[in-house]
C-alpha cells in the first residue's frame, strides 16, 4: 500500500560525493541549493479503512528548509505550520506529470514522515487524494510501477 521514490527527480548519483550535496532517507541537498524533504502523500481507499500512500519528495526554500530541520527530532514539531513546496517526484502512472504540483508540507511527531497536500486541482493526483481511490486502482498501480514494460 506504499511507494517511495529514492530521491528527488533532480538528484544524480554524480552527487553523492559533493560536499555540498546530500541525500538522507529524509533530507536532501543538491548543490547547497536546492532542498527537500521526503513525505507521504496518503490516498484513502474507497470502502476500507486502508490508505494508499506515495513516498515523495518535495522542494522547499532554503528558510523552510532550515526551520524543518532545525525542529526534526524536537517533540512538538507536530504544531508548525504548513511548509509551501513543490513536488519533485515524477509519478509514472499519472499523466500529465507530477512533476511541480503545488504542495503544503504538514509536519507530524516524531518518527511519522510529513503529510504531503496537494494544491486542489483537476491533475488526476489531486484529485485521487480528495476524493479516493478504489482497491483496484491500487492493484493498477502496483502492476505499473512493479512491472513497467508490461505497459508497452
Known amino acids: ?6 530521491a528527488p527527480a533532480v538528484w544524480n548519483p554524480a552527487f553523492a560525493d559533493a560536499e555540498d550535496c546530500l541525500l538522507s532517507s529524509d533530507q536532501c541537498v543538491v548543490q547547497g541549493q536546492h532542498y527537500f524533504v521526503k513525505g507521504l502523500i496518503e490516498i ?30 524536537t517533540p512538538g514539531r507536530e504544531s508548525e505550520k504548513p511548509y509551501f513546496g513543490w513536488l519533485t517526484t515524477d509519478l509514472p502512472v499519472y499523466s ?10 504538514h509536519t507530524r511527531p516524531l518518527g511519522e514522515r510529513p ?9 488526476p493526483l489531486a484529485v485521487e487524494q480528495h476524493t479516493g481511490i478504489t482497491l483496484d486502482r491500487v492493484r493498477e498501480i502496483a502492476a505499473a510501477v512493479l512491472h513497467p514494460a508490461a505497459d508497452g
Open 1 to 6: 500500500m506504499n511507494f517511495t521514490a529514492a
Open 115 to 123: 503529510f504531503v497536500e496537494l494544491e486542489p486541482t483537476d491533475h
Open 96 to 105: 500529465p506529470t507530477t512533476l511541480n504540483l503545488k504542495t503544503n508540507v
Open 44 to 73: 484513502p481507499v474507497i470502502g476500507g479503512n486502508e490508505v494508499f500512500s506515495w513516498g515523495v519528495w518535495v522542494s522547499l526554500s532554503r528558510e523552510n528548509f532550515s526551520r524543518a530541520a532545525d525542529r526534526w527530532d
